[in-house]
């Protein structure tokens, strides 16, 4: 008969030395046995990248200026729109067409300034409409303009539709209607200018110059300067050169500056219309 002793030290037989077992039966037990999970080692941490923006660069301190410090990483910007020509001192003059407000022009001037104008304004995006009572004098620009896409387009007197215009298809209407200019049924508008051409000052001509923003004045006889002078105010000094002026020199004023321009021609444009020219 063996003694309880040597029974549990035959029932541990072949355990490891120094284990203990893993549940012990205690006088409260169900019959069900526990599960004992064995402790989990903690995870490894794992970088998060953010999408989009890859590795994080050095750490540096941000770049901060002071108010008084902007103007000095500020970058000049000049006048956008049509380049016209040079003035005096031989920079360039540039006639912004394209405005969020109504916007007319009177030119005082010949075919051929008023032709170069249509062109470079077609150059820069706008859309040209050219109302006139001689459309064989304009269909020859309105064919080559563009490199093949309708930008200018002619119509007849009093038959111009409204165009439409918008800040991305800004317009460019040109009057050349003689010398008494019919009321046109399509006005200035927001980004829809209008240049009215006249040949001469005439007695008609003092209404179109006072209601204009802005006036080009080519080579006129001296007694046009006087009335020049009495609707535009413009001094002695440049009425005494309006006569003398040479083609393609032309004084564009408005009510408070003025400036004499010399517009020349590029080499596609002499081509096209010839060289610079007061008449027709």
Not at 71 to 91: F, H, K, L, N, R
Not at 188 to 206: D, G, M, R, Y
């Amino acid at each position: 008969m063996s003694h309880p002793a040597s029974a549990m030290e035959s029932g541990q037989r072949g355990r490891a030395p120094g284990r203990t077992p893993a549940h012990v039966a205690s006088p409260t037990d169900t019959g069900m046995i526990p599960i004992i999970s064995a402790p989990q080692a903690p995870l490894e941490q794992r970088r998060v990248f953010s999408p989009g923006f890859g590795l994080r660069g050095p750490r540096r301190n941000r770049h901060v200026v002071t108010v008084d410090e902007l103007a000095a990483v500020s970058m000049p910007i000049g006048d956008d729109g049509v380049i016209i020509g040079t003035d005096t001192e031989s920079q360039p003059a540039v006639l912004g067409l394209s405005r969020p407000t109504p916007f007319d022009v009177v030119l005082v001037g010949g075919l051929w300034l008023a032709q170069v104008l249509a062109l470079r304004a077609a150059a820069t995006g706008a859309r040209v409409g050219v109302e006139t009572g001689r459309p064989g004098a304009w269909q020859q620009l309105a064919q080559a303009a563009g490199g093949g896409q309708q930008c200018v387009t002619v119509y007849p007197v009093g038959r111009v539709p409204a165009q439409g215009p918008s800040v991305s298809s800004p317009v460019v209407l040109i009057r050349d209607c003689g010398v008494r200019p019919p009321r046109g049924r399509v006005t200035s508008l927001p980004w829809q200018a209008v240049v009215t051409v006249l040949p001469f000052v005439s007695e008609h001509a003092p209404r179109w110059l006072a209601q204009a923003q802005l006036v080009g004045i080519q080579r006129i006889s001296p007694q046009e300067t006087e009335v020049v002078r009495d609707t535009l105010g413009i001094p002695d000094e440049q009425l005494q050169a309006l006569p003398t002026l040479y083609d393609g020199v032309a004084l564009w004023c408005t009510r408070k500056h003025r400036k004499f321009v010399m517009t020349e021609p590029t080499d596609a444009e002499t081509g096209l219309l010839g060289v610079a020219r007061r008449m027709d």
